[in-house]
């Protein structure tokens, strides 16, 4: 008698503790771009609240599989699923923060935030057809720049990534020719230029090779100290890469919840938006409530309190009017 | 004698551990292959055996993959690392054994097996921001000035020299492994009997010849081997060559131009590969560089059979 309600108490015991486990323990996977902001606001939400978040950056495409799988609580995406695929593995999505691709030259004659581009020179670039940083087309664009005859040499990222997903997908929205010579993609077959591995393998290329152009992330240029230009947006306007203008990107894109936000944040509208800017996503199991309701508890706590930690690493936050998006559609599907 | 020897309790339960432990092997390459078939069958299915390795096309758009351009890098880094990797090894291994003063023979034996400890990932960055800035402004316009100017070697040299390109990864891959080669190499040749050696000095035989007639023929067998498992590692390097390769699906004719090798594909797109059929094709890459090693080293083998035949002779 004495054993069985030994065996009771312990297996008792055993249970809360699995169980308290489960309830103070949350699981995501997936991109790694978003890695560093959700490991300080998970550090920060631990210390507030008790609950632990583990967050394993393996990449996008395993974020996705892994949610599909249902392996873990949450899933993260660099790029946005379309709602067929949403549906069709009953998952839920919405955007957590953002990030903006800013362009970097290194001309000797050129100086940070001076040099002008619009989408068709990107686009012409990256495919080759302008070769010379002297060309009729950049010439335009900078009458009183005076531009060297030198070479272009054009960087690129090596390894798939939801930065060159972005990238690709600004160029395929703003010209034609790219959409059908190349496409949009975590990783295309590129006409022209060399790879760099990673957005510090760019980064270390373009500050090294003279008359180079290539792409990173903001937070990239700013630690390099990069020259980056400005482009055009939609809008007919010159733009300086900034928080205030990711964000205007964000405040005017067209999220929509009914599509589950699916939206690439590029050649934004806003009068003062930076037009290569995207969200980095959430995916959830729909039909697992209890862990859901417990990540929108993370990322509504993070919403609320963890902005100034993401402009502190580079991050670009959402914008007001995004978040209370988000929350009505949290509360559209149960889970807040 | 019989495996499993049935008299001694003892005795049996060892060879029953042993055995265990070898046939852990076999099952783990059998599952390692059967998960590759597995996971590619969706590839496989969609572009056969030959298109898959003749076609030279890699475009995750389009979904349309094929293998001969990263089969094409894999080999071309491996043998240049080769050509650089194993005079100099040798040299190593003949310095150290017969020629070195004893008291650095110590010092330069462990410095050759540091530089094998050195995990890859090191000299990857290494590579990226101190080897291939040194490589694009000194090394390649070098080259390109001397044997660039020769009629047929020269086509080897063209285009703009950056650094990021097969040459810069050949040259990381060799100093990867020089080490394993060396120290092989230099085990082999202290293998040589003293004896031997000794009478060859006492005939009158020069250092050099005794090295070339002696040394060398006595120990041809264990250099085989330590330059079959360098193959095999060069084969399937992957950080140190992942950032100075450009990962770039071409068939390269310059060895100033960016490439691709199946692993530098495989560490560069796999994490962020959306598509099933993308996921599936790098599975069927892993599958065909599983295939290449093994027959690779099934040709190694052979011929260090025939070798080891025609010297027991």
């Known amino acids: ?336 | 004698m019989p495996i499993l020897q049935k008299k001694n309790p003892v005795d049996f339960s060892f060879s029953l551990i042993t055995a265990l432990a070898s046939f852990t092997v076999v099952l783990l390459i059998g599952g390692i292959l059967a998960v590759l078939v597995r996971e590619s069958s969706l590839s496989i299915q969609k572009f056969g055996i030959i298109k898959f390795l003749v076609s030279t096309d890699w475009n995750p758009v389009t979904e349309s993959f094929g293998a001969a351009t990263t089969v094409y890098g894999t080999f071309v880094t491996t043998v240049i690392a080769l050509v650089i990797a194993i005079p100099a090894a040798l040299g190593i291994a003949i310095f150290i054994t017969e020629i070195s003063p004893n008291f650095l023979k110590g010092p330069i034996g462990i410095a050759i097996e540091l530089l094998a400890a050195i995990p890859s990932i090191i000299y990857g960055m290494w590579g990226l921001f101190t080897l291939a800035p040194i490589m694009a402004k000194y090394v390649e316009p070098a080259l390109q000035k001397s044997i660039g100017k020769l009629p047929v070697a020269g086509m080897l040299f063209q285009g703009t020299p950056m650094g990021i390109d097969l040459l810069t990864a050949s040259v990381i891959l060799s100093i990867m492994i020089i080490p394993f080669t060396a120290s092989i190499s230099r085990d082999a040749f202290n293998l040589t009997p003293a004896v031997v050696k000794e009478s060859a000095y006492a005939i009158g035989a020069t250092k050099w010849e005794v090295v070339k007639n002696v040394v060398i023929p006595y120990s041809k067998l264990g250099v085989f081997g330590g330059i079959a498992l360098s193959l095999g590692r060069a084969l399937g390097e992957t950080m140190a060559v992942a950032f100075v390769l450009g990962n770039k699906h071409e068939i390269a004719t310059s060895l100033l131009d960016a490439a691709a090798t199946i692993t530098v594909t495989l560490a560069n797109e796999f994490t962020e590969a959306d598509t099933d059929m993308y996921l599936s094709s790098l599975f069927y890459l892993a599958l065909v560089l599983f295939v290449l090693s093994f027959i690779v080293l099934a040709i190694a083998k052979f011929f260090l059979l025939k070798a080891e035949r025609k010297y027991s002779r």
């Open chain 1, 1 to 336: 008698m004495r054993k069985v309600f030994t065996l009771i108490v312990v297996s008792a015991i055993a249970l809360s503790f699995s169980v308290a486990g489960a309830e103070g323990m949350l699981n995501g996977a997936g991109a790694s771009f978003p890695y560093p902001v959700y490991s300080a606001w998970a550090y920060a939400y631990n210390k507030a609240t008790g609950v632990k978040l583990n967050y394993q950056s393996i990449g996008s495409g395993g974020g996705i599989r892994q949610i599909t799988s249902r392996t873990v609580d949450f899933g993260a995406s660099d790029a946005p699923l379309p709602p067929e695929q949403l549906n069709k593995d009953n998952l839920l999505q919405f955007p957590a923060v953002m990030g903006g691709v800013v362009l970097v030259v290194n001309i000797p004659e050129v100086k940070a935030g001076v040099l002008k581009l619009d989408s068709e020179a990107v686009c012409k670039v990256y495919l080759g057809d302008i070769k010379y940083w002297d060309d009729k087309k950049i010439k335009e664009l900078n009458p009183q720049m005076h531009l060297p005859h030198n070479e272009i040499s054009v960087v690129h990222r090596s390894d798939g990534s939801g930065t060159t997903a972005i990238f690709t997908n600004y160029l395929s929205g703003a010209c034609a020719d790219w959409k059908t010579r190349v496409g949009a993609g975590t990783s295309v077959k590129w006409p022209v230029g060399i790879g760099g591995k990673g957005n510090e393998g760019v980064a270390n290329y373009v500050k090294r090779a003279q008359y180079s152009i290539g792409y990173v992330e903001f937070a990239y240029a700013e630690q390099n100290k990069l020259a980056y230009t400005l482009l055009k947006n939609p809008a007919g306007r010159f733009i300086a890469p900034s928080f205030d203008t990711f964000e205007d990107a964000a405040a005017t894109g067209d999220f929509n919840p009914k599509n589950h936000f699916n939206l690439w944040l590029v050649n934004a509208p806003g009068k003062n938006a930076w037009p290569i800017a995207g969200a980095t996503f959430i995916l959830l199991a729909k039909e697992k409530k209890d862990s859901n309701i417990r990540t929108v508890k993370f990322y509504d706590w993070a919403f609320k309190n963890g902005d100034n930690k993401a402009k502190e690493l580079i991050y670009v936050p959402l914008p007001k009017s995004l978040k209370e998006k988000i929350r009505a559609y949290w509360k559209a599907n149960g889970i807040h």
